[in-house]
């Protein structure tokens, strides 16, 4: 089977959609990587062909000039994920040509698969899976971004509809007014719902790499939606750092083990939440802090580290938070439910890009706090660190997570979702994403 993967180049992005491709390659099928160039090398050396297209930097785009608020995020929004669609879509249509392949798996925000499911002309399948949090509509009306919980009474889903009512018309209809305009100079109809709506049902398969613990009851989803579990992204050949063996001793000891990070993404800044972190726990001589720094190096933490701190650049996950007690991170998703999934409790402090979301699950969940800022003080750190220490309902609802998430195969599961579409052969789009079958030559 051929297999065309679509990445945003984004690291979080990347990386579990490298995960599907070396597992089908490893049993055979034909795996094409389209993303930007800046990946070529990290794509090549799982063993994958690699084909690219120019993001020219837009993914990693940031508003300087507008002050934080709607208009700078609507910005930053089109600029990372809408302005490439058109080009994406381009390039898809000649690899479709030219590879002919048997289905196309693209992450949630590589929006080049959009103007393929809104046209009428033959295509592959195309599976959509996304990198974070469930974002459909609400049926309580609260809009998607600003992290609400689940309103609790009717009192609650009348000021979420005001919310809403506000954001609709800061973010959520200009950005969909700027689609279609997008979709419009293509030939194609508009979007059949908001953009994010839109994103997770016009696909012929959403997966949505959690478990229905760590998500909201969203009433009636669409019958392409899966839960998964956990897409386990792959570890980089790395040394393990020098000081792994304290980490060992520490977790033979029953010394509690705090693990911070700020992601690949909003790291730029270590001030937000490794420093004052590693302020909080700095006379804990009764803990063993961890920091990591996404990929940067560690001399580009400006303040001093405690004699309880250990660094590294990067840390392997997948070996590292079985042994954690604690992780404290801004909310990148993948990095939460790896912890999740380890039944790693959590305290969170983040609200850009999709973080407000993903933090305000944590909280809801039971198996964190969510301080629900990008620049917690070091205070509040401690408090909650402490308290998550300290109050086992937390690891409890951890554990829950956990046992949900070792229920399920999540590569397994998209294998065979992939193996079922390919199967069905090509398909052409009907009224609002609806994909019609075609009747296969004899």
Same mark, same amino acid.
């Given at each position: 089977?051929?297999?065309?993967?679509?990445?945003?180049?984004?690291?979080?992005?990347?990386?579990?959609?490298?995960?599907?491709?070396?597992?089908?390659?490893?049993?055979? &099928?034909?795996?094409?990587?389209?993303?930007?160039?800046?990946?070529?090398?990290? +794509?090549?050396?799982?063993?994958?062909?690699?084909?690219?297209?120019?993001?020219?930097?837009?993914?990693?785009?940031?508003?300087?000039?507008?002050?934080?608020?709607? *208009?700078?995020?609507?910005?930053?929004?089109?600029?990372?994920?809408?302005?490439?669609?058109?080009?994406?879509?381009?390039?898809?249509?000649?690899? #479709?040509?030219?590879?002919?392949?048997?289905?196309?798996?693209?992450?949630?925000?590589?929006?080049?698969?959009?103007?393929?499911?809104?046209?009428?002309?033959?295509?592959?399948?195309?599976?959509?899976? $996304?990198?974070?949090?469930?974002?459909?509509?609400?049926?309580?009306?609260?809009?998607?971004?600003?992290?609400?919980?689940?309103? /609790?009474?009717?009192?609650? /889903?009348?000021?979420?509809?005001?919310?809403?009512?506000?954001?609709?018309?800061?973010?959520?209809?200009?950005? /969909?007014?700027?689609?279609?305009?997008?979709?419009?100079?293509?030939?194609?109809?508009?979007?059949?719902?908001?953009?994010?709506?839109? +994103?997770?049902?016009?696909?012929?398969?959403?997966?949505?790499?959690?478990?229905?613990?760590?998500?909201?009851?969203?009433?009636?989803?669409?019958?392409?939606?899966?839960?998964?579990?956990?897409?386990?992204?792959?570890?980089?050949?790395?040394?393990?750092?020098?000081?792994?063996?304290?980490?060992?001793?520490?977790?033979?000891?029953?010394?509690?083990?705090?693990?911070?990070?700020?992601?690949?993404?909003?790291?730029?800044?270590?001030?937000?939440?490794?420093?004052?972190?590693?302020?909080?726990?700095?006379? %804990? &001589? &009764?803990?063993?802090?961890?920091?990591?720094?996404?990929?940067?190096?560690?001399?580009?933490?400006?303040?001093?580290?405690?004699?309880?701190?250990?660094?590294?650049?990067?840390?392997?996950?997948?070996?590292?938070?079985?042994?954690?007690?604690?992780?404290?991170?801004?909310?990148?998703?993948?990095?939460?439910?790896?912890?999740?999934?380890?039944?790693?409790? #959590?305290?969170?402090?983040?609200?850009?890009?999709?973080?407000?979301?993903? $933090?305000? %699950?944590?909280?809801?969940?039971?198996?964190?706090?969510?301080?629900?800022? $990008?620049?917690? $003080?070091?205070?509040?750190?401690?408090?909650?660190? *402490?308290?998550?220490?300290?109050?086992?309902?937390?690891?409890?609802?951890?554990?829950?997570?956990?046992?949900?998430?070792?229920?399920? &195969?999540?590569?397994?599961? +998209?294998?065979?979702?992939?193996?079922?579409?390919? %199967?069905?052969?090509?398909?052409?789009?009907?009224?609002?994403?609806?994909?019609?079958?075609?009747?296969?030559?004899?």
């Amino acid at each position: 089977m051929k297999i065309l993967i679509a990445a945003t180049p984004l690291t979080g992005h990347v990386n579990p959609l490298l995960a599907i491709g070396r597992a089908a390659a490893a049993r055979g &099928d034909a795996v094409l990587v389209l993303s930007d160039a800046l990946f070529r090398q990290k +794509i090549e050396a799982a063993g994958l062909r690699f084909t690219a297209y120019a993001d020219n930097g837009s993914a990693t785009y940031r508003e300087t000039e507008l002050p934080a608020g709607p *208009e700078r995020y609507r910005r930053e929004f089109e600029r990372r994920f809408i302005d490439p669609m058109p080009g994406q879509a381009e390039v898809l249509r000649r690899l #479709i040509a030219e590879e002919a392949p048997d289905v196309i798996v693209a992450g949630s925000m590589f929006l080049g698969v959009l103007p393929l499911l809104l046209d009428e002309a033959p295509r592959p399948p195309i599976v959509t899976v $996304n990198v974070s949090f469930l974002f459909l509509d609400r049926p309580d009306h609260a809009p998607v971004g600003l992290g609400l919980p689940p309103a /609790r009474d009717r009192a609650e /889903r009348v000021r979420y509809a005001a919310l809403k009512a506000g954001m609709d018309a800061a973010f959520t209809n200009p950005v /969909r007014a700027y689609t279609d305009r997008e979709l419009a100079t293509l030939g194609l109809p508009p979007l059949p719902a908001s953009l994010p709506h839109s +994103i997770v049902v016009l696909p012929d398969l959403f997966l949505q790499p959690t478990v229905p613990g760590f998500e909201y009851d969203y009433g009636a989803l669409p019958p392409g939606l899966r839960f998964i579990g956990l897409l386990q992204p792959p570890t980089p050949p790395a040394p393990l750092p020098d000081w792994w063996p304290e980490l060992e001793a520490a977790n033979n000891a029953g010394k509690p083990v705090v693990l911070v990070t700020q992601g690949t993404l909003a790291n730029a800044d270590f001030g937000e939440l490794i420093e004052p972190t590693l302020a909080a726990l700095a006379d %804990r &001589d &009764d803990l063993l802090v961890l920091a990591t720094t996404g990929g940067r190096p560690v001399t580009t933490l400006r303040a001093p580290i405690p004699s309880n701190t250990r660094l590294s650049s990067f840390l392997p996950f997948r070996d590292l938070l079985p042994r954690v007690s604690v992780l404290v991170t801004n909310g990148g998703y993948g990095s939460v439910s790896q912890a999740l999934a380890s039944g790693v409790p #959590i305290v969170s402090a983040g609200l850009t890009e999709d973080k407000a979301e993903v $933090n305000a %699950r944590i909280g809801w969940s039971g198996a964190g706090i969510n301080l629900a800022t $990008n620049t917690p $003080n070091p205070e509040a750190l401690r408090d909650a660190v *402490e308290r998550v220490l300290g109050e086992p309902a937390f690891r409890q609802r951890a554990d829950v997570l956990q046992a949900a998430f070792a229920s399920r &195969d999540a590569m397994a599961g +998209i294998l065979t979702a992939v193996d079922d579409l390919a %199967r069905s052969g090509p398909v052409r789009s009907g009224g609002a994403g609806l994909a019609v079958p075609l009747a296969r030559s004899a």
